[in-house]
Every structure is written in structure tokens, then in C-alpha cells.
């Protein structure tokens, strides 16, 4: 027992010792902390002594702090998708981000702001004792002219603060703008409106400084962003027409101007096409300029008068990528993305991310799933919102469920005016939509109706969102859009590729890339085709249907690639 008590003695006294020769250690290194807190509070008085700059400068081309163009390329990726040059093929659809391809030039550069010379030579900054060898060295620098896309000058720790820039009475306004302006470089998916507004300006104000004449912009187009917030900015002259883009009158192309009915016909004819049972046809040619970043003509070809119709022939799935496009519009209003998780409280509760939900009505055709789209959508914003004169589509309506006896087994009602509550979830933000129930006006009362001219104008706005003026884009986020696009060229797809086989089988090159929805139901086959080519400056959206059965469009689609593939629309005047 004596034993053991000493033993618990002689490990008490050790720790004690080891607890006695810590203190001091903790002890010093506190202090060295406080030693440390004030030398850095001396060393920031120092630095709010140094000598202010001096009261001119030198007025040089641009004074922006950010690096120049030739010092730094733009760091937002290009969509992989977007019809531009691309030879790989593209990954399984998903919502990951896509990796950058080559980029495009910009149509064309703007011209610089004419480059004024100095008004008045800097004053020397004043001489600094001996002793303060460090602020004489940073006052120095102060005096510089601030050269073109200079970041602000420094000296060890020392980053000067410019001072207000004066200007002598003759400086250009051109002169004024550059030394006060900063560059942004568009990228995909921007529009002017909203770079206007991240940095505090109107649109019709970056259209001035820029001198634009409208609110078109183009992927790696330069744009002088100025301070909007003093409402000083100068007036400059109106733009000349050779820094403004030739831009096409875009728009309803064929609804303003009568179809060529006649020589679709005529060409399919020589290539001794014989058409199935009501068979229709469409095709939209879009010329690009050499960098395939503005549309220079459109024109619209159709078999003998039929693309404006939408009654008579089921469109079948084909109408599904409108309901995916409403479904993304409106769940970007409400602040989400296609990542977002979707619970529909219906008498069977549902849930899935939106990307899922889409992919599976765009890829597999899946009927339940483009049913869910539709009440995602909401039946009043997308009849009164997407599919209205505004997006070009008026002939289109998407009234009841596909595979009815399913749908009814889960509890759900026939008519998609009827939806359920829905939560919307992504990372800490919530959002529950109330269950709704429409009377909205439709164009048809059929399941679904459509025209191939709506079905092409969906196509159109879809692919060339990057190109297209504001008014006339969908306006999706960029991951959204990446998502949507390869879900019309996904290589999941199991059947509907009929038409797309048949092209791939005359173009016979992997750099032609096709998207697609097609639909089948009651033997009529209907397919929407975005072909794009890196070899051409063009780009045609072909939309077909026959009857009956999946190979009704086998000889159709043959025929018009060829046409396409030989030139032979381009020779129409």
C-alpha cells in the first residue's frame, strides 16, 4: 500500500514539473503576440503618412483597373454546345459543367476610343527625406502616368490610392470615357440589360458609351463599362455604321415574307423522293457571318404550304421541348436552377431534381415525366408567357396528359390545367408553389397541337440563344441551357433517331453534330432536327412528319440531306 502511494506521488511531482515549465513558454509567446499587434498598428501610421499623389496626371487611353484584354482572357467557359466549331463529341447528358472549347473570334472588334495626348505634364511628386527612402520610392511611382491597362501601382506593402484625375479643359470626351471606364468582355449567355444592370447603368446608357445602336452583343465583343452612379458621363457622337455588326432582320422571318413553297418540292423531286401519306415539311436555313456569331439571312422552305398547320397530324412527343423550356423559364424567375430538388404533393407525393425530370421527357420520352414538366411549368405561364406571338409560337397547345390510364392510377387528373402543390429546393432556399387550376385560354383543344413552324421556332430560339438579340431569346441560364441542348443530342436515346441516322449517313462526318426531339403515336412520326455544320456558315432546322410508321420519314430524310449537303439551297436566289 506504501509503494503504491508513492508511486502516485512520484507521477504527480513529474506532471507538476512538466505543468511548471509550460507556463513560462505560453506566457512568452503571449507577449511576443502583443509585440507583434503593435509594431503592425506603428507600420499602419507609417503608411497613412505617405505623401498624397499629385494633383494632375497625364490623361492616357484607358485607366482601368483591370488587365488589359492582351494580359488576361476572359474566364467564363463557352458553352460546348452552342453552334460553334467543335469536332469531339459531346459527353452523356448531364448538368455538370461542360469544359471550354476554342472560342470564336468576335464578329467585329469595336473600334478603340481615339487616344488623346497628354494635356499637361505630371508634377514631380515631393522630394522625401533620407530616412524615408520607402515613401519617396511609392510617392514616385504616384507619379507616373497610369499606363493602359494598368493594375494600381505598389511597392512592398504599399498600394497607392489614386487620387480624383483632373482634366484639362480641351480633353476629348472619348479621352474622358477611356481613363474613367473599365472593360467587360461578353461571354455566353450575356445580354446587354443585365450587364447594365450588375454594374449600376441603364441599357440605354452602355448603348451609348459604346455607341451601339441597338442591344445586340456577341460573345468576346468588348464593352466599356462606366461609372453610371454620378450621372456625369460624356457626350459622345453617334455611331458610325462601321463599328456596328451588319445584323440581319431577324425575327418571324417567314411569317412577315410568303414561304418558298415551290422549290423544296421541286429539289426532293430530282431526287426521286416520293412522299408518304400526308407527309409535311419544313426547313429554316440560317447564314452566319464568317465567325458564326451573328445571323446574316434567314430563309424558310416548306412542301407545298404545309408548316402552318396544326390540326390533322399528331405531333406526339415533339411538343415535350416546349414544356421543358417553360419549366426552366419559370423556376428561374422563382431563383432555382435545373439542380434544384422538385416534390410534387399530389395523392402521391413525388420527388426528383428538375435536370432528372427534363431529362427523362426530353431523352427516354418518358409520358410521366412530361407530365410533371407541364404542371412545373404552371398551364397559365406557359400558354400566356412561352407559347404566345412574343416567342413566335402561337399555333402550339399543351392540354392533357400523355398515357392517361398511368397518370390516373397515381391519383393525378387528365386535364394539365390541374396541378398539385410543388416545393422547389436548392442548397438553404425554399420555395412551395400553391396547387393551381387554369382556365386559360388554348388554341386547340385537342391532347396537344402544334405547327412545324412553331416547332422550328422553338429550335431556333433553343440553339441560338448566344446569337439572338434579348427580345428574342428564352433567356435560360447557361447550365440550363447546356443540359436542355444535350439532351436533344444525348446518345441514351434508344429509338427515335431514324431521321437523325439517315443524315448522319449522307453528311458521313463526325464534326456534323444533330439535335433532335422526335415523337411518335398513332403511327405518325415527327422529328425536329437542328443540324450544324463547322464547314459552312450556315445552319438548317429541319422539321418533318409523316404517316404511316417510324419509317415513313426514311426517304424524306434522305432526300433533303442530300439537298442540304450539296449546296443546293444556297443556289435558290
Given amino acids: 500500500m506504501l509503494e503504491r502511494r508513492e508511486s502516485q506521488h512520484l507521477v504527480f511531482q513529474k506532471r507538476r514539473r512538466k505543468a511548471d515549465w509550460a507556463r513560462p513558454v505560453i506566457f512568452g509567446l503571449f507577449l511576443t503576440g502583443i509585440a507583434l499587434v503593435i509594431v503592425s498598428f506603428a507600420l499602419r501610421e507609417d503608411e497613412s503618412e505617405m505623401p498624397a499623389p499629385p494633383e494632375r496626371r497625364a490623361i492616357t487611353a484607358h485607366a482601368s483597373s483591370r488587365p488589359s484584354p492582351q494580359s488576361a482572357e476572359p474566364t467564363a467557359q463557352t458553352d460546348p454546345e452552342a453552334p460553334a466549331d467543335e469536332s469531339k463529341p459531346a459527353p452523356k447528358a448531364a448538368v455538370a459543367e461542360s469544359k471550354p472549347v476554342a472560342e470564336s473570334k468576335p464578329v467585329a472588334e469595336s473600334k478603340p476610343v481615339a487616344e488623346s495626348k497628354p494635356v499637361a505634364e505630371s508634377k514631380s511628386a515631393p522630394k522625401a527625406s533620407s530616412d524615408c527612402s520607402t515613401r519617396a520610392a511609392a510617392a514616385s511611382l504616384a507619379a507616373l502616368p497610369i499606363?493602359?491597362?494598368?493594375?494600381?501601382?505598389?511597392?512592398?506593402?504599399?498600394r497607392l490610392q489614386q487620387g480624383p484625375v483632373l482634366y484639362d479643359k480641351n480633353t476629348s470626351p472619348e479621352a474622358i470615357l477611356a481613363a474613367q471606364a473599365t472593360t467587360y468582355i461578353v461571354v455566353a449567355g450575356d445580354i446587354l440589360g443585365r450587364i447594365a444592370q450588375k454594374h449600376g447603368c441603364t441599357t440605354a446608357q452602355l448603348q451609348r458609351v459604346n455607341r451601339l445602336r441597338d442591344d445586340q452583343i456577341k460573345i468576346g465583343q468588348k464593352l466599356l463599362i462606366p461609372n453610371c452612379k454620378d450621372g456625369t458621363l460624356p457626350d459622345l457622337p453617334p455611331p458610325d455604321d462601321a463599328q456596328t455588326?451588319?445584323?440581319?432582320?431577324?425575327?418571324?422571318?417567314?411569317k412577315r415574307s410568303p414561304v418558298n413553297t415551290t422549290a423544296l418540292p421541286k429539289l426532293m423531286a430530282e431526287e426521286n423522293?416520293?412522299?408518304?401519306?400526308?407527309?409535311?415539311?419544313?426547313?429554316?436555313?440560317?447564314?452566319?457571318?464568317?465567325?458564326?456569331?451573328?445571323?446574316?439571312r434567314e430563309r424558310a422552305f416548306d412542301y407545298r404550304g404545309t408548316s402552318s398547320s396544326n390540326s390533322g397530324w399528331n405531333p406526339a412527343s415533339a411538343v415535350k421541348i416546349f414544356a421543358a423550356i417553360g419549366a426552366l423559364h419559370r423556376i428561374d424567375e422563382l431563383g432555382f436552377t435545373s439542380r434544384a430538388k422538385v416534390t410534387f404533393h399530389g395523392k402521391k407525393t413525388y420527388s426528383t431534381t428538375v435536370s432528372a425530370?427534363?431529362?427523362?421527357?426530353?431523352?427516354?420520352?418518358?409520358?410521366?415525366?412530361?407530365?410533371?414538366?407541364?404542371?412545373?411549368?404552371?398551364?397559365?405561364?406557359?400558354?400566356?408567357?412561352?407559347?404566345?406571338?412574343?416567342?413566335?409560337?402561337?399555333?402550339?397547345?399543351?392540354?392533357?396528359?400523355?398515357?392517361?390510364?398511368?397518370?390516373?392510377?397515381?391519383?393525378?387528373?387528365?386535364?394539365?390545367?390541374?396541378?398539385?402543390?410543388?416545393?422547389?429546393?436548392?442548397?438553404?432556399?425554399?420555395?412551395?408553389?400553391?396547387?393551381?387550376r387554369s382556365k386559360a385560354h388554348a388554341v386547340c383543344s385537342s391532347s396537344a397541337c402544334t405547327s412545324l413552324q412553331d416547332l422550328a421556332e422553338s429550335s431556333r430560339r433553343l440553339m441560338l440563344q448566344e446569337q439572338l438579340p434579348a427580345s428574342e431569346s428564352f433567356d435560360l441560364k447557361p447550365n440550363d441551357l447546356i443540359m436542355l441542348r444535350r439532351a436533344m443530342r444525348s446518345p441514351d436515346r434508344t429509338r427515335g433517331t431514324e431521321i437523325v441516322d439517315?443524315?448522319?449517313?449522307?453528311?458521313?462526318?463526325?464534326?456534323?453534330?444533330?439535335y433532335s426531339k422526335p415523337g411518335f403515336s398513332e403511327d405518325w412520326f415527327t422529328d425536329n432536327v437542328y443540324i450544324f455544320d463547322p464547314r459552312y456558315n450556315q445552319a438548317w432546322i429541319v422539321v418533318m412528319t409523316g404517316y404511316p410508321g417510324r419509317s415513313s420519314l426514311n426517304s424524306a430524310a434522305t432526300a433533303i440531306a442530300k439537298i442540304i449537303s450539296a449546296g443546293k439551297l444556297r443556289k435558290i436566289p
Fill in 147 to 158: 499606363a493602359h491597362g494598368a493594375t494600381a501601382p505598389q511597392l512592398g506593402r504599399f
Fill in 245 to 254: 455588326p451588319p445584323v440581319a432582320q431577324r425575327g418571324r422571318w417567314w
Fill in 273 to 296: 423522293f416520293k412522299p408518304p401519306q400526308k407527309f409535311m415539311a419544313f426547313i429554316l436555313e440560317l447564314t452566319f457571318d464568317s465567325t458564326r456569331q451573328v445571323v446574316t
Fill in 357 to 436: 425530370l427534363i431529362e427523362a421527357a426530353i431523352i427516354q420520352s418518358d409520358n410521366i415525366a412530361y407530365n410533371r414538366v407541364v404542371q412545373l411549368a404552371s398551364f397559365d405561364k406557359l400558354h400566356q408567357e412561352i407559347l404566345t406571338s412574343k416567342f413566335g409560337i402561337t399555333q402550339t397547345a399543351l392540354n392533357r396528359a400523355y398515357q392517361i390510364s398511368t397518370w390516373e392510377s397515381l391519383g393525378e387528373n387528365p386535364s394539365l390545367r390541374i396541378a398539385p402543390a410543388i416545393t422547389l429546393q436548392e442548397g438553404k432556399k425554399t420555395h412551395k408553389i400553391p396547387a393551381s
Fill in 502 to 514: 439517315r443524315f448522319a449517313a449522307v453528311f458521313k462526318d463526325s464534326r456534323v453534330k444533330f
